[in-house]
Structures are given as structure tokens and as C-alpha cells.
């Protein structure tokens, strides 16, 4: 459902929306879950570098869970970066 989602979003041009980012985020978030994790940067990578003009909430959200993806792969540095950013 949620690829279905992310492909409708695309195709109506709403690849800066904040229902696509989110979207985008969550479907990451699973690929994640699923240790799928070169599909999860890549989707979650994007939806941190669409989102920077979001509200600061929904911005925060987007790094906080490609953080998640770094520091459950190791790339501990990365994922600091990105937490300090959220906060």
C-alpha cells in the first residue's frame, strides 16, 4: 500500500508534499524494519533531502528516522549528525 501511495504521489507531481514525504519516510522506515537497508537510505535519504521545507516537526521526523537507519547500520557519526540536527 504504501509503494502504491509513494507511486500515486509521484505521478500527481506531489513529490514535495508533505503527505509524499511522509509517505516516503514510512516506506523507508519498512525496508528498514526489513534490513533491506541500501533501499532504505536511498528512500529515506530522499525524503530528508525533499523535506527541508517542511514545518521543523515534520522536517525532524524525516531525519530522526534515516538517523535510526545509520545508527542500526553502523554509521555512527552520520546518525549523531542527524540527531543533533533534530534537536
Same mark, same amino acid.
Given at each position: 500500500?504504501?509503494?502504491?501511495?509513494?507511486?500515486?504521489?509521484?505521478?500527481?507531481?506531489?513529490?514535495?508534499?508533505?503527505? %509524499?514525504?511522509?509517505? @516516503?519516510?514510512? !516506506?523507508?522506515?519498512? $525496508?528498514?524494519?526489513? =534490513?533491506? &537497508?541500501?533501499?532504505a537510505e536511498s528512500i529515506?535519504?530522499?525524503?530528508?533531502?525533499?523535506?527541508?521545507?517542511?514545518?521543523?516537526?515534520? %522536517?525532524?521526523?524525516? @531525519?530522526?528516522? !534515516?538517523?535510526?537507519? $545509520?545508527?542500526?547500520? =553502523?554509521? &555512527?557519526?552520520?546518525?549523531?549528525?542527524?540527531?543533533?540536527?533534530?534537536?
Amino acid at each position: 500500500a504504501l509503494l502504491t501511495s509513494v507511486n500515486l504521489y509521484k505521478q500527481k507531481g506531489m513529490e514535495s508534499d508533505v503527505k %509524499y514525504l511522509m509517505t @516516503l519516510s514510512s !516506506l523507508g522506515s519498512v $525496508y528498514r524494519s526489513l =534490513g533491506q &537497508y541500501s533501499k532504505a537510505e536511498s528512500i529515506l535519504s530522499e525524503a530528508a533531502s525533499k523535506g527541508k521545507n517542511l514545518n521543523e516537526s515534520d %522536517y525532524s521526523n524525516l @531525519l530522526n528516522n !534515516l538517523a535510526l537507519l $545509520y545508527d542500526e547500520i =553502523g554509521k &555512527y557519526n552520520e546518525a549523531e549528525e542527524l540527531y543533533k540536527e533534530v534537536l
